[in-house]
Every structure is written in C-alpha cells, then in structure tokens.
C-alpha cells in the first residue's frame, strides 16, 4: 500500500532561521503532493501543492521541491518566526484515479524566539 | 473566505449509543470527506461522497457507519453504536473537485466514547 512518512520528531529551530522538513512516500510516484498545516485541536489548513513536473514552488516564506527519483518533497520555511510553530503535514492521493488522500504523521515544528 | 462548519465541537457519549455529527461544507464544493485522528496519530480517510453516494470507503468505514447528504446545504456522519476505540477527533473536508484539489477542513468534532 501507499505511504507517506514523515519525521516524527520535533524540531525545534531559532528564529530567524529556515526549518526543513522532510517527506518520504512509498510504490507509485503520486502526480503531486499537498503540505498542510494542523495547529492543536483545529482542522488541517492547506498550504502548498507541487505537482511532479514541477521541481519547486514558492508561496511567500514557504518553499515545497518534489524529487521523483528520491521520492522525497522537502518543505522549507525561510526567515521562521515564533507563528510558525505548529505541525506540517504532507499528503497524496493513495493511488492514481482515486480522491482518497492520505496523510503522514507530521513534523511538529517550535519556532523558539 | 468561506469555511467548512462542523457541529458540535464536542460530543460526549455512552459506549453504545449512535451519534450524529454534522458538517455544512463550502457551498460550491462536490465532493465531500470525513477523517479522524486518533490523539497523537495521523490524519485518517474514511470516507469520500460525490453526487450524493459514497465513493470510497476505508476499511475502518464499517457497517456501524454511515453518511448523508440530507439538504442541499449537510452533510452528516453517523455513528449507529459507538464503541470506546471510535474517540476521536473527527473532520470533515470538502473539495470543489476530486482531483488534483485542495481540502478545506472543518475544525473537528471531538468524539469521546465512556
């Protein structure tokens, strides 16, 4: 079956300073990943999607690449501040032709000021 | 920017007993979801509904389970005899397609089974 993986540790990172986190998944390259982030109790809130034609995407402070061959998307966060801390979550479809996503566990990310 | 509303934020009930838990999606969206999350777990599918029938279901998304699109407007989880291990903190989502689509949650029904 299809998976997604993501660090389940904690990272913890000055401010100021750019968090890295990382998603690995599984079989099938998806046509495209979606990055969200949860804060504590509420709903998922979608940040970014990349499709795998698309190397790398930027939305203001956030940068989400795609390497098929790594199956691997890395999600960047540049000049982070205290706001940013919360937990990202990578998501795909489980399979092509279906509108099941799945989710990985997710990166809680501690912006210390 | 218009949002998915779930009802209620919490539900508290007996081992047992059904439970409904409501969702009013975005009103120009198609395709409609629920998810749990286990406290401390990830984000679990299951099940997606598209013109007005369920079209996929998790292996979790048993006969105890079921949803409706009763109005135009929600769309409802139900839950006919809940157990101790169904505590959690359900979402529903809706996408205004099915593809290559983001999902706007809702902020969740918290769920707990005594």
């Known amino acids: 079956s299809q998976k997604i993986e993501q660090n389940s540790e904690a990272l913890n990172i000055q401010e100021g300073k750019t968090a890295t986190l990382t998603c690995n998944y599984t079989?099938?390259?998806?046509?495209?990943l979606q990055w969200y982030r949860q804060d504590p109790g509420r709903g998922p809130v979608f940040l970014l999607l990349i499709r795998e034609n698309e190397k790398e995407k930027r939305k203001e402070r956030l940068k989400v690449t795609f390497d098929t061959t790594l199956k691997q998307s890395l999600f960047h966060i540049t000049a982070s501040q205290p706001a940013d801390s919360a937990t990202y979550l990578c998501a795909r479809r489980a399979t092509s032709g279906t509108y099941k996503y799945i989710f990985g566990t997710g990166t809680r990310l501690k912006v210390l000021a | 920017e218009p949002e998915v509303t779930q009802t209620p934020s919490h539900q508290v009930t007996q081992m047992g007993q059904e439970v409904i838990l409501r969702c009013v999606p975005i009103?120009?969206?198609?395709?409609f979801y629920w998810y749990r999350q286990i406290l401390g777990q990830k984000v679990e599918f299951l099940v997606s509904f598209y013109n007005n029938e369920i079209s996929e279901k998790s292996e979790i998304f048993d006969d105890q389970f079921s949803v409706e699109r009763p109005d135009g407007s929600n769309f409802t989880l139900k839950i006919r005899s809940t157990k101790l291990e169904d505590s959690a903190m359900y979402f529903c989502?809706?996408?205004?397609?099915?593809?290559?689509?983001?999902?706007?949650f809702g902020s969740g029904t918290q769920l707990s089974v005594l």
């Open positions: 009103s120009n969206h198609l395709y």
């Open positions: 079989n099938y390259s998806p046509a495209y």
């Open positions: 989502a809706s996408s205004v397609q099915g593809g290559d689509e983001k999902l706007f």
